[in-house]
Every structure is written in C-alpha cells, then in structure tokens.
C-alpha cells in the first residue's frame, strides 16, 4: 500500500524503549507526519480523537495502543510500533520488535481489518482479565517507574507472578461465576494468539482466538498448587486447555458475562481498570483496520 495522505504519529515519551533518537528516526522513515507527544495518562485517547488524519500511528507501549484504540475514529487506519518492554500488540500482528524495523514494514505493508473486545466498555485490543493476571499488574504498577519514567522489566514481573504464587500457595478459590460455564478461580479472555509473551516467549493461554474472530475466555475451575505445572504446560505448548474438564475454555463468542463473589481486579491490555464485582466483555468485529 501507498502511505496515507495525512499521518499523525502519537508517541509516549516515557514508554520503555522509545528515546528522542528514534523517534527522530521513525519521523524519517514516516515522513510526512506529524508528532504528537503525550503528556499524562489518557491524552493518547484525546490525540486520537482529535487527530483529523487517514492515519495514527502510535510509537508507546501495549498501553498508549490501548488508549488510541479508545479515541480513533472510525475509519482511521492504526499502526502500531513497539515501544514498551513487552508490546505484545504489535507483535501478535507479525510485526518485528525493533521500532525502525517495524516502521518500514507498515509504510510498505498493507492493512489488515481486526475485531476488538470491550470489557464494562473499555475497548481493548488482545487480552482482559478478571482475578489473577489483573492482580499481578497492580502489584507491578505499585512498584512504580525509575527516574527515566520506565516500568520494571521481564524478570521483575517474573519474580512478581513467583511471588504472588507463593503468597497464595498456589490455591485460587473459584471465586466468580461465569454465565453460562459455571464457577472459576479467575478468568483470561483473548481477542488473538497469543494472550502475552514472556521476553521472547509467546504464552498461548487462549491458543483458538484469533483477530478476525470473537472472544474467547481460558478459566480455571478450581486451582491448587499440583495443577500449576500442567497449566504452564498448556500456555507454552498453546493446546491441551481447550480439552481440560477443570478449565472453562469458551471460543469466538460475542459476549461473556462474569460475577465476581467479591471485587477482584479487572485489566485490559495490561491496564489496571481497577475492581469489579460485574464485568461484561463484548466482541466489536471488525472493528479497526490496522497496519501491518
């Protein structure tokens, strides 16, 4: 494809892996385009809206995708080039993980048109969760930023998720109710494969979603400390959850519906929304036509 006529470059500053270095070179590659620069949390969403371009392109990490996925209007063609320490959206579409790399696929690529989930109407682009993985965000949000404004990287989420397994003793009570499947520990919905990556590791939770499809929600129905081994297992090897009678495994469905026993975290896109005790998750199909 041709680059679009008008192009609107909207970057986080303070994502893990963007420096003024390479925005310099991502606007070279890009040109003509215009540089927005966001200033606090949500201003992506309101450069999006505001932005009268053919395209956005985002230079941020997995959140400030999230944010433009939130304001874009309609018809708007997004791109998306990783600059956080996981970017897992831009990844997911086959895009490399190097910034400049992924810059000069886009301009010469072509564009792909993609479904999107909404959790309580907060859209999100490739994953939400309800319990458990919600709960490792905020404990990683709580830890803050260094003074260059970047987040911890893999192996502090790693020693996290370790951390909080051992807390718990690797027992999770089913603790929600999911319309229509029953009663589980926590719940992983997904809008593709794979749900996240550990450093280079793609983590296949929800290995039968895909972007042109609906949602599809991985959940344990009871987990104890034995179980955790087998369910490592089946996020690396990306099959084997589907079949497993102590996991609810929904595919391409249009809508879920989940009840919490008691307020339990709810993230999208790896953004804390904060607790919920009634989380509603919609498939919007075909939603966005993104670069790739």
């Known amino acids: 494809m041709t680059t679009p006529n008008r192009t609107v470059l909207i970057v986080n500053p303070y994502a893990t892996r963007v420096t003024d270095e390479l925005v310099e070179a991502v606007e070279r590659v890009l040109e003509p385009v215009e540089t927005l620069r966001t200033e606090y949390a949500g201003h992506a969403t309101a450069l999006a809206l505001e932005a009268a371009a053919d395209a956005v ?8 995708f ?3 996925l939130n304001g874009v209007r309609g018809g708007t063609v997004v791109g998306f080039l990783p600059g956080g320490g996981t970017s897992v959206l831009p990844r997911a579409l086959g895009l490399p993980r190097d910034p400049l790399a992924a810059a000069r696929r886009i301009v010469g690529g072509r564009t792909r048109r993609i479904s999107l989930g909404r959790a309580n109407g907060r859209r999100f682009a490739f994953s939400a969760g ?3 993985d919600a709960e490792l965000i905020r404990l990683m949000d709580a830890r803050g930023r260094d003074e260059h404004g970047r987040r911890p990287g893999d192996l502090v989420f790693a020693w996290t998720a370790i951390s909080t397994l051992a807390r718990h003793r690797g027992r999770f009570e089913p603790l929600l ?3 229509g499947h029953g ?3 926590f719940a992983l919905v997904g809008n593709g494969d794979p749900y996240t990556f550990a450093g280079p590791i793609p983590l296949r939770l929800t290995p039968q ?3 042109e499809g609906g949602l599809d929600v991985v959940a344990p129905r009871d987990v104890r400390a034995r179980t955790w081994p087998r369910f490592a297992a089946y996020a690396l090897r990306g099959r084997g959850q589907e079949a497993a009678p102590d996991i609810v495994y929904g595919h391409d ?3 879920i519906e989940i009840h919490c026993r008691e307020p339990l975290p ?3 896109d790896g953004e804390d929304l904060g607790n919920a005790i009634e989380v509603v998750l919609e498939a919007e199909r075909a939603a966005v036509d993104v670069l790739v």
């Open 266 to 268: 709810l993230q999208v």
């Open 57 to 64: 392109i985002v230079f941020s990490g997995d959140g400030g």
């Open 253 to 255: 469905l249009d809508r």
């Open 177 to 179: 109710e999911i319309a």
């Open 209 to 211: 979603a895909s972007f």
């Open 183 to 185: 009663t589980a520990a």
């Open 66 to 68: 999230n944010e433009v």
């Open 130 to 132: 309800v319990g458990l």
